[in-house]
Structures are given as structure tokens and as C-alpha cells.
């Protein structure tokens, strides 16, 4: 999810940035991470 983003904005958006943009599809596939936890593991 998270690679296939990156290669369509490119590599360079944030993980809070990132985390903003995949939060519907997250919600979506039934997984929970919070900002700063993904951020961490971005």
C-alpha cells in the first residue's frame, strides 16, 4: 500500500504526509496504526 503510494507521488512525501493520504485505505483493510506509530515504521 505504502510502496505502491510512494511510486505514484514519488519518494519523497513524509510518513505523517503518507499516513494522511492512506488513512481511508487503512480504515479500509481493517488496519490500525496511529500517526506516530507509523511514522516510526515508515
Known amino acids: 500500500m505504502v510502496k505502491d503510494y510512494r511510486k505514484k507521488v514519488?519518494?519523497?512525501?513524509?510518513?505523517?504526509k503518507l499516513h494522511k493520504e492512506?488513512?481511508?485505505d487503512f480504515i479500509n483493510a481493517d488496519i490500525k496504526?496511529?500517526?506516530d506509530k507509523?511514522?516510526?515504521f515508515d
Request: aromatic content about 12%; overall charge positive; charged content about 25%.
Open 10 to 16: 514519488g519518494s519523497k512525501t513524509g510518513g505523517i
Open 33 to 35: 496504526i496511529g500517526r
Open 22 to 24: 492512506l488513512k481511508q
Open 38 to 40: 507509523f511514522y516510526r
